[in-house]
Every structure is written in structure tokens, then in C-alpha cells.
């Protein structure tokens, strides 16, 4: 038996495979036109009977041939038609607190999202109402990303790869789609936009009723509830659209019993050494504890992974300023599945050349206006030249490609700089105007919106793009939409400035602008 198959039926209620054969082969009639929606009906009374929707999809994972590009063709609503007096398509009862029920919540919310366009899109185009809306609607990608990276992994983990195969084309043509609008409304391309969203709203409401017949229900029926305790931790991480979801302890990654540390433990355990957390552990060029390993991995100003000769990941190192999400659930699964299905064919080519040694090294960038992200893969080999594996590592450069003549003098990023004497007046109301002034300059905290900000003092946002090179994208139309969320820490963090120092540089930059 398959193993897939096997590892599936291990996960679910027992049903016989039999009455799934019979499924499929009236589904497949039907499609076909072989039989009507009357007479298919009454063979499934008659021969499949009640079905959950982990059954529809125990045998779309059995029983028919692998499409990528089902999730476009499979019509939902001809499947309702035909299934509806056979399966139970009711929403579960679920703690608020549950991994899935966020994701019905994120899209209750979209669907209120969809209402609203549907309703503007029937009148002439203004631009800011759409650009407010899209602004919300760009929010629930990170629904898409949630589940590519949490939740289709530990289906696999259980032989149901079928999400991972098939809705993951459908996911990014949706996000791809979605990011695509606001430069058509910025172009004022009208009648291109208003057509892409009337296209776009019945694939986003395609997929959701797709995600809440089977992909939710059959995850409920493979998961156990302390592995969906377990993926909390890393659902957070990624985030949530829409949402606020209460944040549960992180785990300290450099103890012993985590990760790479519970890994190289486990590893030198079978070679008859016990390591203790404070332990000095022999390296190739010195010596170093497991807590010390852990350490160095996060505080490297890049991130890595590693896939090993199994072309498994392996490892990822857990960074603050980590690129691209990551979770646990990633550990264990094979590298193709990390990525988009049009991606695959890349990612194999990679392991193959590197594997037969006709390559030791592939680099990439993503050069996009104030965005510049270098990713190199490395042949990881021993010294007797087998292929052991492929490291990953992957750089915003951003602010390095800035950087112009030489900095030889040690500057700190938090270093505190004195500040002008503002002119005096001898007008009461101007001095206490003044002193009002500097009480809101001083109050400027990481949580100040830039916004606010550029709303009090006018000249601020083109003194600061003119001051810092970064700062120029403020003034494109994606600095708009950037401008409705970014914080002082935020803007301090993806300029490279450090959140002190852009403090630092906006009250001084204040300070002029009330001069001149």
C-alpha cells in the first residue's frame, strides 16, 4: 500500500475503501456527463451513503490522478449539488483559542472585505475609498502564508500532501492577483482594475468555501489537539490577518530539550557522550556549550537553513529579523514542498546539480524599488567530497547598497546628540506654543506613527528623504500605503538606522524645519 495512503487511513476514522471507489467513480460519471445529478445522487445514496469531508478527501488523495491544477477546475458548487443530502458540511464548534478557528475568523472578515468591493465596483472608480479597502484586503495574505507554512506541513506529515500540491497554485495566483491592483489604481488604469477585481472575487470566495468544506475538517480529523497546541507558538510568529490572538510564552530556544540543541544531543547520545547544557563542546576551530551554538545562531546578521542529503530541512536559524516566515513545522519536511509549485522545477534542478557535484553554488536576488534580498545556496560537502547537504543563506541588503565613502570612526547606532536651543520669542502665547512643541518632540517614542508626524510638521517627510536615502520611497504611492501602519520602530528597523538614532535625527530634523 501506498505509503501516503497508509499514513492517512493510520490518522482517520475507518472507512471502507470500497465505498470511496464508488465515490469516485460516480463523481467522475458525473463529470463526465454519464450519468445525471438525479441518477448520481441516488447511486450515492445507495452505495456510498453519509460522508465527513476527510472522506472526499481521503479519496481525492487515493484515488485520482494528481493535477496541480485541480483547485482552478474542481467547481465547488456542482460538488455541493451533488454531495449535499451525503456530506456534513457544518462549521465546528471550535475554542477561540484553536488554530483553526482563527483562520474562519480571518475569513468571516474577508468576506465582509469582498461585500464592500462588490458594492464599489459598481461605481466610477475613486481611488482612495479602493485604496483604503485593498490596504485591508492585502492584511489577510498572510492567511495564505499561515497555512503554507503551518498547516500544510503537518498534513503531509499524515499522507495528505493534496493542499501542499494543488491549493498552494491556487493561494499565490490569489496573492499574486491581489498585489497586482494598487499599481493599476496608482496608474489610473481604471477599466483594467475594475476588471481584475470583478475576476478576482469569485476565486477568493471559491477558495475560502474550498478551505472550510475539506481543508478544515480534514485537518481537525488528522491533527491531535496537542499538536495543534504545538503550532500555536509558530502561528504566531507568522501573524494573523484581521485578528488579535492573545500571545502564548515563547519557549526558550537554547535550552537543551529544543531544537538543535535537542538534535546534536540526540546524535552524540548514540556515539556514547552525554552533553550537558554548559558543556564545552570540541568544534573545528575552538570550543563552544550548546546554549553558545544557539546564541551564535541567533544573532547571525542573516539567515540560514539547511537541507540535508534526504533533502529534508533540517535546520533554520531563529533570527529576529528573519526574511521570510519560518516555523517548526518546517523541520522534517522535504524542500520541494517549501516552495510554490512553479518554483518546484527549480529547487530540483538545484539538489541535482549539487548532488552530482556539477554544481557547488546558485545565487539569486530580489532587486525591488528600497528592497534588495541576496540569497545564495551552497553544496554542503565532507572533506572526501560527498554530498551532505544544501546550506541556504539568504541577506537584506538593502541598507548596505547605501552605504557610500568610508565610516571609519565608531559611530553608536543609539548614540545621543544634542539638540539646537530653539529661538525664543517674546510673544507669551509663541513661548508657550514653543514649549508645548518640545514637550510633543521630547513624548516621540518607537510607537509614534510617521503619519501623525508628517500631519503636525509639513516639510518633515522631504527633509528626512533628502537626509536619507531610504526615506525617498515614502514619497511613492507603495510609501502611501506603507505610511498607514509604519511606526518609528518599524521605519528604524527596514532603514537600517536603528530606532534611536531615527528618533534622534526626526527631532533634530524638527528642530530646523521651526527655524527656518
Not at 45 to 60: D, F, I
Not at 208 to 222: F, G, H, N, R, V
Not at 441 to 463: C, H, R, V, W
Amino acid at each position: 500500500m501506498n505509503k501516503k495512503i497508509y499514513e492517512m487511513q493510520r490518522h482517520l476514522p475507518k472507512i471502507e475503501m470500497e465505498r470511496l471507489q464508488c465515490l469516485a467513480d460516480i463523481k467522475k460519471q458525473y463529470a463526465f456527463g454519464t450519468i445525471s445529478l438525479e441518477e448520481a445522487k441516488r447511486q450515492l445514496k445507495e452505495k456510498v451513503g453519509k460522508l465527513q469531508p476527510y472522506h472526499y478527501a481521503l479519496m481525492e488523495q487515493t484515488m485520482t490522478e494528481e493535477d496541480s491544477e485541480e483547485c482552478f477546475k474542481e467547481n465547488l458548487s456542482e460538488l455541493n449539488k451533488l454531495l449535499e443530502e451525503m456530506m456534513d458540511y457544518s462549521i465546528p464548534t471550535l475554542p477561540d483559542d484553536h488554530p483553526i478557528r482563527h483562520y474562519y475568523r480571518e475569513n468571516e472578515e474577508m468576506r465582509r472585505i469582498l461585500n464592500a468591493a462588490e458594492d464599489l465596483v459598481q461605481y466610477p472608480v475613486i481611488k482612495n475609498q479602493w485604496l483604503e479597502l485593498l490596504d485591508k484586503a492585502s492584511a489577510y495574505l498572510i492567511h495564505y502564508t499561515r497555512k503554507q507554512n503551518q498547516l500544510y506541513p503537518i498534513l503531509e506529515k499524515k499522507g495528505f500532501d493534496r493542499p501542499t500540491v494543488t491549493m498552494w497554485t491556487f493561494d499565490d495566483m490569489i496573492s499574486n492577483s491581489v498585489k497586482k491592483l494598487s499599481p493599476l489604481l496608482e496608474a489610473n488604469d481604471e477599466d483594467t482594475f475594475v476588471a481584475q477585481v470583478k475576476e478576482l472575487i469569485p476565486y477568493l470566495r471559491d477558495l475560502m468555501d474550498k478551505e472550510e468544506a475539506i481543508l478544515y475538517p480534514t485537518s481537525l480529523a488528522l491533527i491531535k489537539e496537542e499538536e495543534f497546541e504545538e503550532m500555536k507558538s509558530g502561528d504566531q510568529e507568522i501573524g494573523f490577518a484581521f485578528i488579535n490572538v492573545a500571545k502564548t510564552e515563547k519557549k526558550d530556544n537554547i535550552r537543551p530539550a529544543d531544537g538543535f540543541a535537542q538534535e546534536l544531543q540526540s546524535l552524540l547520545a548514540k556515539y556514547g557522550y552525554t552533553v550537558k547544557h554548559d558543556q564545552p563542546l570540541d568544534v573545528t576551530t575552538g570550543k563552544l556549550t550548546l546554549e553558545q551554538i544557539n546564541l551564535i545562531y541567533q544573532h547571525l546578521p542573516f539567515d540560514i537553513s539547511f537541507v540535508n542529503e534526504d533533502e529534508l530541512v533540517q535546520f533554520y536559524s531563529d533570527t529576529d529579523h528573519r526574511i521570510f516566515p519560518r516555523s517548526k513545522n518546517v523541520i522534517g519536511r522535504k524542500v520541494e514542498n517549501c516552495h510554490p509549485r512553479k518554483s518546484v522545477h527549480i529547487v530540483r534542478e538545484i539538489v541535482e546539480k549539487m548532488r552530482s557535484g556539477e554544481q557547488d553554488k546558485a545565487e539569486f536576488w530580489i532587486n525591488k524599488p528600497n528592497l534588495f534580498i541576496y540569497i545564495t545556496y551552497y553544496a554542503v560537502r565532507n572533506k572526501q567530497g560527498d554530498f551532505r547537504g544544501i546550506l541556504e543563506v539568504m541577506q537584506d541588503c538593502t541598507r548596505i547598497r547605501t552605504l557610500t565613502g568610508s565610516q571609519t570612526l565608531l559611530t553608536w547606532a543609539d548614540e545621543k546628540e544634542k539638540y539646537a536651543t530653539p529661538p525664543t520669542s517674546t510673544m507669551t502665547d509663541s513661548m508657550e506654543a514653543e514649549k508645548d512643541d518640545d514637550k510633543q518632540i521630547a513624548e516621540i517614542t518607537e510607537d509614534t506613527m510617521l503619519k501623525d508626524l508628517f500631519s503636525q510638521y509639513p516639510g518633515l517627510k522631504d527633509a528626512l528623504a533628502q537626509q536619507y536615502a531610504p526615506f525617498k520611497m515614502l514619497q511613492t504611492a507603495l510609501g502611501k500605503l506603507i505610511l498607514k501602519k509604519a511606526t518609528i520602530k518599524m521605519a528604524g528597523e527596514r532603514s537600517g538606522l536603528g530606532t534611536q538614532k531615527l528618533i534622534t535625527m526626526i527631532r533634530q530634523t524638527i528642530h530646523r524645519i521651526r527655524q527656518s
